[in-house]
């Protein structure tokens, strides 16, 4: 049985070449078999493919199979609320929306509303009427000379290299028809998000690409001269993503076009390393002075930084850092777990930081304890793609949220999960020339715009039917939360909220005492001094 379609493939051969004796008609048949058993021959000979060899031309459809069984399953097999990431409902709305298409829905929920974890807003008898759903976050603090007035919902942070040419043009002048902002992603400072003038926010990693001397380090020259244009309208320091927070990258030399050589200041075809952590500043302290640094050299432009929240004790050591210096930043962005990549490890992917609301709102609580949260924004991504995403986080304290795979959807991303493989079926995650052709940019912008426009417009309608007027009404006394089959909770109740200046008062909260109590400004580490001294208190108490 293993070898019957090569033998089957070779019979055929000899059949039909005899037949092609007797009419030219059985020429294509004989071709077909003959290619066949040429790949059967060079599945046995070859030795990479065990179930090649095993089964020759056979083993082929299992894995073509392979290849294309992620659309299989969410087309023919997912319910619409089954799929993930991102269910096939999820996708429909973007998709509906972006093409400015009907988004209603028939014949009542699809959800449990009964099972564990659903959850919802609470609305008003006296629902308030949408006026207008074009809410902005004025982003910049004291030492801010060039304040943003930020859209609430922007495109996050994806690199070009990651995304094609077509797909950043298109972003890029979706948000200038929208008056929204693109964030560039660590991959530099393309002359492709420079093409429509759409408003940027440059975001600054670990490889300092746009901005790096030869060695890798940071370059101020490249940095200034760049941040003074004015598209630039903020500057976001990387210290971690939600994918794959704690782990660096390397595009090989290969990959290292001509194209991503400008974009990111590295030699062609060398490889382009990105490392996991900073080598402009190593502590806490290091790290606010540098953020003035560049506040100064963008000609006070806000600046702050993103991250995925990790140890609890780092994220305070940068609090009582911003209390030592009195150097805040402007914003920073929390990255959730749940974030979106091009490519990582399963194990970072799976297990590797804190889920976004965890982090949002332990940064919030952090940042509210010490006294520090009027003059820093708060901007949150991960899984954001409804008005009700957005809705939620803002209740919890986030200022304004960011999407990427949202937006990709609505330049016509289908899922296909290859971002990593450059097959990318949709153009939008690919450099290949051919691939990327498909995603036509004047349309695809129009799309960005409405997807922008309508997800708004959508928690209007929201927060209207609520009650409420403005998106920083809501509470999290407004969100309800099923916890069992007969339990319903506020995310007030659900969640822990910290007082002002509560951290240096001394809280209460086991949690968070422990972890401010070792948390040091001169160390993103325990320092071993720190760890005695909490320990001994810990052991007295």
């Known amino acids: 049985m293993r070898y019957v379609a090569i033998v089957a493939s070779f019979a055929g051969t000899l059949v039909f070449g005899l037949l092609i004796l007797l009419s030219s008609w059985f020429v294509v048949p004989f071709a077909v078999c003959a290619i066949l058993v040429a790949i059967g021959l060079w599945d046995m000979a070859q030795t990479k493919h065990s179930l090649r060899r095993n089964y020759p031309i056979l083993a082929n459809l299992r894995f073509m199979l392979e290849k294309i069984r992620p659309e299989i399953r969410q087309y023919f097999l997912e319910s619409d609320v089954d799929g993930t990431p991102f269910n096939r409902s999820k996708r429909a709305v973007v998709y509906q929306r972006a093409k400015g298409q009907l988004d209603k829905r028939p014949f009542g929920t699809q959800q449990d509303i009964y099972g564990d974890n659903f959850e919802w807003i609470n609305h008003s008898l006296m629902p308030a009427p949408p006026t207008q759903h074009d809410f902005r976050v004025t982003v910049g603090g004291p030492d801010c000379k060039q304040p943003y007035s930020l859209s609430l919902f922007n495109i996050s942070a994806m690199s070009f290299g990651s995304l094609s040419a077509n797909a950043i043009r298109a972003l890029n002048s979706g948000a200038k028809l929208g008056n929204f902002a693109h964030d560039t992603g660590e991959g530099g400072y393309s002359r492709y998000h420079k093409e429509f003038g759409g408003d940027i926010i440059w975001e600054i990693g670990s490889g300092y690409f746009g901005c790096r001397n030869a060695d890798g380090t940071f370059c101020a020259e490249d940095f200034a001269r760049e941040a003074a244009n004015p598209q630039v309208k ?49 502590t806490p302290l290091e790290m606010m002075h540098f953020i003035a640094r560049l506040r100064e050299l963008s000609g006070g432009k806000p600046v702050g930084f993103k991250l995925c929240i990790g140890h609890p004790w780092e ?17 920073i962005v929390i990255d959730g777990t749940e974030g979106g990549t091009g490519a ?50 803002l209740a919890l304290g986030a200022d304004w949220c960011n999407a990427a795979r949202g937006f990709m959807f609505a330049l016509g991303c289908v899922q296909a999960q290859s971002c990593h493989t450059d097959h990318c079926p949709s153009g939008v995650a690919t450099q290949n020339q051919l691939r990327q052709r498909a995603l036509v940019v004047p349309d695809k912008a129009e799309r960005v715009r409405r997807f922008h426009d309508n997800t708004l417009a959508a928690l209007s309608e929201l927060i209207g039917a609520a ?75």
């Open 234 to 282: 903020m500057v976001e320091i990387k210290l971690s993503q939600g994918a794959k927070p704690g782990h660096g990258g390397v595009l090989p030399g290969p990959k290292v076009t001509a194209e991503i050589s400008d974009a990111r200041g590295v030699p062609i075809g060398v490889d382009c390393v990105s490392p996991a952590s900073h080598s402009a500043f190593g």
């Open 315 to 331: 994220f305070m050591g940068i609090c009582k850092a911003m209390l030592q210096t009195g150097i805040r930043p402007d914003f």
């Open 344 to 393: 990582a490890p399963l194990e970072f992917v799976d297990h590797i930081g804190t889920p976004m609301r965890e982090g949002l709102l332990f940064a919030h609580n952090c940042l509210v304890g010490c006294g520090l949260r009027d003059t820093i924004k708060l901007g949150v991504a991960g899984r954001i793609i409804t008005g009700f995403d957005m809705a939620r986080v």
């Open 467 to 541: 009650g409420l007027v403005r998106p920083k009404d809501l509470t999290p006394m407004h969100l309800l939360k099923r916890v069992s089959a007969h339990e319903v909770k506020t995310f007030a109740e659900l969640y822990t909220f910290l007082g002002d200046r509560e951290l240096l008062a001394g809280t209460a909260h086991a949690y968070y005492a422990q972890a401010w109590n070792i948390a040091h400004a001169g160390s993103f580490s325990v320092l071993p001094e720190v760890k005695a001294t909490a320990e001994a208190q810990g052991q007295a108490a």
